[in-house]
Structures are given as structure tokens and as C-alpha cells.
């Protein structure tokens, strides 16, 4: 299949760029009907072929659709607007030839590439000259990593190439492996973009026989994984409307100059992890006086939580002895955060549900910050830091 050249969709946001939409060629992947094995050895032949015909360089750059330089500032211009920085960890799914790999050689971050095509992968090794960098051939799509150990993880112009349910599948490791504050990055194309949809006529008008997949995805999709995996969407951009800070001028083979601000042309979703806290236990706030001894805090339950058994933990910390207290249905007791009780294990069937908590024994006047937790154990609570300020409360006259 040859490259589009959609007509450009282009916003005036007073920057200065020429020419056509980018990443959005359309990538010869041979897809006969088995999936996964299918698209790994269309991956590996179209490399192949590449390779047999052309030199090496421009082989690598055209078995990822090409623009090797300016996409891959632009993708690593992306991801340093995010906060990638030294002392980052990214894993790049679906690395190809190392086009983004190639322009984070300057960060003292740690970098995983995985992708299915071995000469891709050498090809990325010595390009981003960065011996420390591992480049993995995928193993299904499992993210080799343990839990939380990323900052980043991104996939551009990966999942336009997949199943939804392979997709969904690496996504779901994505999460497993991102650290509670990281982000996820996904390039995608979807119909309700013009220069996307030129894409889309494009497949439409070289029929049915070709077996190419080339996956479109709705945003209502996405946002639909990330309500799934307890992912929280960031935003969504449009692939045809610049949204990437750039520090110099970016010139990409076929014409388009970017000034300030750049885009893919792929549209970009991005996508965070919250703490267990901030997704479960999402807010808390006193509703009865603080002056009566008792005050109830109420907790609100996400959606995604709903049904679920959980353990809260409610503990109060005096900020003047620095000392923690554990409340329990009768009252507080002194404790460290290790060896927190339950204050209420719960199937969480409600969307609000209130803890009444009885304070007796600490004098008037005495500050009290209240924090509300969830987790599996008080372990599981503190070594997660899965916990939340709720508010200070000063406890009144009785
Ligand atoms: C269009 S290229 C994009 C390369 C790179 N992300 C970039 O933007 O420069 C798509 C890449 O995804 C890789 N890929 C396809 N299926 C994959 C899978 N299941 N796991 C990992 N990589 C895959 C291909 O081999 C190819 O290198």
C-alpha cells in the first residue's frame, strides 16, 4: 500500500507550518485471518523486503512509515512536555527502528524498546548508541517488567496496527507496569478527524482483498479501557491541530515546517494512574460538627469500585505530638501506621456511605488531621501510600 496524502486539516493557532498531516501513512501490514502470528510475520517481511531493496537507512525508516528525523523529535518533544526527564523510565512499545529512541540519547533516563521484528530492533540498538538501553523482541504482549516500575509508557502508531483486544491486552500491562502518577501515551487515528478519514477512504477504495489492517479506535473506546483498567484519561488531542511544544523548527520530508507548536498527525490520548486513594476513596469531608466529639466522614465510591469488598482504615494524626491514631468504632487509638485495624471492611455497594467516628479522650482544642485509606491490608495501605489527607479537624468543647 503506498503512502496518503490526506488533504491537511489545518487550525490557525499562530504558529507556522506548511504542507500535509504526518504518521499517517498507511503501513503494508498483511493480515490473513489468524491475528497476532499474522501481523508479526507481515511485520517481518515487509522489513525484509525493505531491506532487500533498499539501503539500510532508508529501509528502517519506511518499515515505520518514514519521517524518521521529524517524528521522532516530535515524539520525544511529547513526551519531555510530560515531564520524561533524567532519572525517567520509559518503555516504548512498538519501538521499530529506534526513531524516538534516536532522540532521547541526551537523557540519562532508563529506556525499554520492545518490538517483533529483530532487524528493527539491532537496527534501534546501534542507532541510539546507548548500550545501557534494552531493545526486546515482545513476548506476546507482555510488558516484561515488574509493577509500577515505569514513569512512561508510550505506543505510537502501535495500536492503529492491532486488534482492540490486543490493544486492550498490552494496555492492560501498560497499567500494571506504571508507577501510581505516570502516564501512558497512545497515537491513534479516528474517524471524526478529516485527514483521517482521507486515510480511511483510502482503505476503503483498494477493497476488500488486500488484508491490511490498518485499526481505527473512538475516543469513547479508549476512554472506556482506561474506566476499566482504573486509568484516568488526561486529554485527548486532535492529530490534525498542533498541541506539542517544540524548542526549534521542525522540517519533516514532505514539506510541513512546525514552528512552536507541533502534531503528529495521529490524534494523542493520554492517560495517568491514580493512587488507589484518589480513585477509590475519592473524598471525604465532615458532616457532622466537630465541636460534638463525633464527626462523620463521608466517603464517596467510584463506579469502579462498586460491588467490591474493601477494607477502610481511618486514622487521625495530632500534629503537635506527631502522634497517629487509629479509629476504630469506639474511638481512636495510638498507633503507627503498620499497625493499623480496619476500621470498616465493607462490600461497597453504595455510592456514599458515612464512618461516624467518636473522639473521646483527646482534649478541646486539640488539632487532628484525618486521613482515609484503602487497601487490602494496612501493609498494602501504607507501602503504596494509599492513603488521603481527608481535612484537619479541631476538636471543640464538649
Ligand atoms: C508504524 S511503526 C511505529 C514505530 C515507532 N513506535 C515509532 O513511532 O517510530 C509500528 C511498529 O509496531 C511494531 N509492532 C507491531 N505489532 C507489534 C506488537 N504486537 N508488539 C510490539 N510491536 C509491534 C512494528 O514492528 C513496528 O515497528
Known amino acids: ?92 512499545v512498538g519501538c521499530g527502528s529506534g526513531r524516538l529512541a534516536v532522540q532521547l540519547n541526551d537523557l540519562q533516563c532508563k529506556y525499554l524498546g520492545i518490538d517483533i521484528v529483530p532487524e528493527l530492533l539491532r537496527y534501534a540498538q546501534s542507532t541510539s548508541r546507548r548500550p545501557d538501553w534494552r531493545f526486546i523482541e515482545a513476548d506476546g504482549f507482555k510488558i516484561p517488567e515488574k ?16 486488534t482492540h483486544a490486543d490493544s486492550f491486552r498490552y494496555l492492560r500491562e501498560a497499567a500494571r507496569v ?20 482521507d486515510v480511511f477512504e483510502q482503505m476503503v477504495g483498494e477493497g476488500v482483498d488486500h488484508h491490511v489492517l490498518n485499526q481505527f479506535i473512538s475516543r469513547d473506546a479508549l476512554s472506556a479501557w482506561a474506566h476499566h483498567l482504573n486509568l484516568q484519561v488526561v486529554g485527548m488531542f486532535d492529530g490534525d491541530t498542533p498541541h506539542i511544544p517544540i524548542s526549534e523548527d521542525i522540517r519533516l520530508d514532505n514539506g510541513t515546517i512546525m514552528k512552536g507548536l507541533g502534531f503528529l498527525g495521529q490524534s494523542v490520548c493520554i492517560l495517568t494512574k491514580p493512587s488507589k486513594t484518589e480513585m477509590n476513596v475519592f473524598r471525604g469531608s465532615p458532616v457532622a460538627n466537630a465541636g460534638q466529639r463525633e464527626v462523620s466522614i463521608q466517603i464517596v465510591v467510584r463506579d469502579a469500585m462498586r460491588g467490591r469488598d474493601a477494607h477502610i ?4 494524626k495530632e500534629p503537635a505530638m506527631d502522634t497517629l491514631y487509629n479509629a476504630t468504632p469506639t474511638g481512636f487509638i495510638a498507633a503507627g501506621l503498620g499497625s493499623l485495624e ?57
Open 1 to 92: 500500500m503506498t503512502s496518503s496524502k490526506p488533504t491537511p486539516s489545518v487550525v490557525d493557532t499562530g504558529n507556522e507550518f506548511e504542507g500535509v498531516p504526518h504518521l499517517l501513512s498507511l503501513d503494508s501490514l498483511e493480515v490473513s485471518e489468524g491475528g497476532h502470528s499474522a501481523y508479526r510475520s507481515s511485520y517481518e517481511e515487509k522489513t525484509r523486503h525493505l531491506l532487500s531493496t533498499e539501503p539500510v537507512e532508508t529501509a528502517m525508516s519506511l518499515a515505520i512509515g518514514g519521517e524518521y528525523d521529524g517524528i521522532g523529535r516530535l515524539e520525544s518533544a511529547l513526551l519531555r512536555s510530560l515531564g520524561l526527564t533524567d532519572g525517567s523510565f520509559l518503555i516504548d
Open 178 to 197: 506504571l508507577r501510581i502518577g505516570g502516564k501512558i501515551v497512545i497515537s491513534f487515528l479516528e474517524f471524526k478527524i478529516p485527514a483521517h478519514w
Open 313 to 316: 482504615y481511618v486514622a487521625a
Open 147 to 162: 509493577d509500577e516500575a515505569a514513569d512512561f509508557v508510550c505506543f505510537f502508531s502501535v495500536i492503529t496496527h492491532l
Open 342 to 398: 480496619p476500621f470498616l471492611s465493607v462490600t461497597l455497594t453504595e455510592h456514599t456511605f458515612s464512618l461516624p467516628i467518636d473522639i473521646p479522650g483527646l482534649e478541646p482544642g486539640c488539632a487532628l488531621e484525618v486521613y482515609a485509606g484503602y487497601g487490602t491490608s494496612p501493609d498494602d495501605m501504607v507501602q503504596n501510600g494509599d492513603y488521603a489527607h481527608l481535612y484537619t479537624f479541631v476538636q471543640g468543647e464538649a
